[in-house]
């Protein structure tokens, strides 16, 4: 989904749940009480039918309605997300604000009510995710610093202790990455060109496998990939 849809399906400002786990059907949404207006009731409908054309079919008719009964997005913050994206986060927020017609302040408002964060926070969230892959790919730290917009390797690195617990040489010793020019097997990951088969907590004391299980690891042994 794209990351405004919750806004629309939900009716509920983005930035008063987020960090909070909860169920979706505790939101104050109004669906109607027609049939599969909550969450709940759509799953026990898709667990009900017996092929997948069916429950695809299912869901394409009511999220399509729901979207349809909920609280519109604003055409400018997807055009504002959209540009972050093209950019991978590289354009200033000023800029972004005078482009989509806002104020800062307004675009900054309506950014935290309808994708939960702040426009300055997504931008470094897409950066970082760009460094992420390129990263994956085997290019070095100091290449990727300059390819993204960080200031230097050290920056890099700040970044991505502070947002995924662990540095950039971590992450790429515990996938196995081989440096570019010297290309190796590379990680089987579920999405191409995304580093799904392996995360690493804050405390970057276990590995969380492509299933979802965590496996302890000792902290000085380097994690398997």
């Not at 919750?6 to 109004?30: C, K, Q, S």
């Not at 027609?34 to 429950?55: D, G, K, M, Q």
């Not at 394409?60 to 997005?73: F, N």
Request: hydrophobic share 40%; net charge positive.
């Amino acid at each position: 989904m794209t990351p405004w849809a919750a806004f629309t399906l939900f009716g509920t400002p983005l930035y008063e749940v987020i960090d909070r786990t909860l169920d979706p059907d505790d939101l104050p949404h109004v669906l109607g009480a027609r049939r599969n207006s909550s969450v709940r009731e759509l799953s026990a409908a898709l667990a009900s039918l017996p092929t997948w054309e069916l429950r695809f079919g299912l869901l394409d008719d009511v999220l399509v309605r729901w979207a349809g009964a909920g609280t519109p997005s604003s055409a400018r913050v997807v055009a504002a997300w959209s540009e972050l994206v093209r950019t991978w986060g590289a354009v200033p927020v000023r800029s972004l604000a005078d482009e989509v017609g806002w104020s800062v302040r307004q675009l900054e408002n309506r950014f935290r009510e309808q994708i939960g964060l702040g426009p300055k926070v997504a931008a470094r969230v897409l950066r970082l995710q760009r460094a992420r892959r390129l990263l994956a790919e085997g290019h070095g730290q100091a290449e990727t610093a300059a390819m993204c917009g960080f200031y230097d390797q050290a920056h890099l690195s700040g970044e991505f202790r502070v947002m995924t617990g662990c540095t950039p040489r971590e992450f790429t010793m515990a996938r196995g990455v081989a440096p570019v020019s010297q290309p190796g097997v590379p990680a089987a990951d579920r999405i191409t060109g995304e580093a799904t088969s392996l995360l690493l907590t804050s405390a970057r004391s276990a590995v969380f496998s492509k299933t979802g299980r965590v496996r302890s690891v000792h902290p000085d042994r380097r994690p398997a990939g």
